[in-house]
């Protein structure tokens, strides 16, 4: 089943629509749980609690043209959420890994504590990543959102891990300056 006759069965309230979304989406969705969680049966959780959540944001939301990346942004916010609930001591050292990089370029918490602080962040970083080309934003938004690895994201867009690396590092040093200009202190 296509995305609009899930959404389209969503908006009619649709028991069946959380089946046809576990069926075209679950096991993606539990994948990339299971990257953030480190652990199979918390990523089954959140998957299903992303159906629940999906249900009850359809409506008002309409996802026809990014129902996929709407269930990631949903169930990524449920696996950090249920990271921070676990009040987990050790986190995945992929995930400390990656916000260690990312606090190489990006302002600290008090720098941004108000929401407009944040909401002008988002769209510094949304406007940033218009500036890559396509194949670098894919590497960034691969890394970074979808916490992929460098061999996943080598394998899944053709190109060579140095290249992705080598890629990330630019983007990373991009990123800060071009912050910096916009007057965030790194």
């Given at each position: 089943m296509?995305?609009?006759?899930i959404i389209n069965?969503?908006?009619?309230?649709?028991?069946?629509?959380?089946?046809?979304?576990?069926?075209?989406?679950?096991?993606?969705?539990?994948?990339?749980?299971?990257?953030?969680?480190?652990?199979?049966?918390?990523a089954e959780e959140t998957a299903n609690d992303t159906y629940l959540t999906c249900w009850n944001r359809i409506p008002p939301s309409e996802p026809y043209d990014y129902f996929r990346q709407f269930l990631l942004k949903i169930t990524r916010h449920l696996s950090f959420d249920r990271l921070r609930t676990a009040k987990a001591r050790k986190r995945?050292?992929?995930?400390?890994?990656?916000?260690?990089?990312?606090?190489?370029?990006?302002?600290?918490?008090e720098d941004t504590e108000s929401l407009v602080a944040e909401k002008l962040l988002r769209e510094n970083l949304n406007r940033w990543l218009l500036t890559l080309s396509s194949e670098k934003r894919s590497f960034?938004?691969?890394?970074y959102f979808?916490?992929?690895?460098i061999r996943?994201?080598?394998?899944?867009?053709?190109a060579s891990e140095s290249l992705v690396k080598v890629s990330?590092?630019?983007a990373?040093?991009?990123?800060?300056?071009?912050?910096e200009k916009e007057g965030y202190q790194i």
């Open positions: 296509d995305d609009r006759s069965l969503y908006l009619k309230r649709d028991e069946s629509a959380v089946e046809e979304t576990a069926k075209s989406y679950g096991a993606m969705l539990r994948r990339f749980a299971e990257r953030i969680l480190g652990s199979f049966e918390d995945s050292a992929e995930i400390v890994e990656l916000t260690e990089e990312m606090a190489e370029c990006l302002p600290g918490n960034f938004v691969r890394r979808l916490l992929e690895n996943e994201i080598a394998a899944g867009t053709g990330l590092h630019r990373r040093k991009s990123l800060k300056e071009f912050l």
